[in-house]
């Protein structure tokens, strides 16, 4: 059950990863884009409700740090 608990995690991440890519790619300046959707994404973290956690604290800081870390694969497009 965890492990494809995780895998669809995992599936999900890299689906977003992309979708975020690809907008902030037709956007004039991609790395604000990337910033400004980041801060969203963390104020919506902080403020969801977490059920069925004991720990939801724990939660929230997990869910940054992949946040933070799919956010940090990501640069914009290199001007050659």
Known sequence: MIDELNGR???SQLLITGLI???ANQ???PVSFLSDF???ILAVTAQI???GSSDASRTRDI???A???LFSLM???SHD
């Open 67 to 69: 946040i933070d870390e």
């Open 27 to 29: 956007t004039p300046n």
């Open 21 to 23: 890519a690809r907008v």
């Open 38 to 40: 980041r801060d969203e």
């Open 49 to 51: 409700r977490i059920a």
């Open 9 to 11: 995690m995992i599936a």
């Open 75 to 77: 640069k914009g497009p």
């Open 63 to 65: 869910a940054r740090e």
